[in-house]
């Protein structure tokens, strides 16, 4: 690295050009697309998937913050809204949240629900 820059620094300016090169710029767009928007693309595909694979009796985590189950999905009257979901926070208390699907951060399924659905 050092013995690039002294032998830029020693170059006479008319040799350099003038400091851009286009192949670099192609470079760095490339690595841009491969680093930053096909992960970013695919993180959003997976996250639509889960939202969309949402039921009742799942239990999922809201913004990071609340754990419930699933008691109820209700679907949009049109397609400018979203689906709701009526989330049981608590179940000695019977307290109840109704919430946008898009507001799940994380579903966790349950293992007992799966293998009964299997036998």
Known sequence: MLAVLTML???DPAQRGLGIDP????IIALSFVFFIFLPMRRDRKQRMEMVSSIERGDRVVLNNTFVGIV?????ADSKDFEDELLVRIDENSNVK???LRSSVTRVIKDTKKESKEDA
């Open 9 to 11: 620094a020693q170059a």
């Open 23 to 26: 192949i670099m710029i192609g």
């Open 71 to 75: 008691d109820k999905v209700v679907k």
């Open 97 to 99: 949240m109704r919430v």
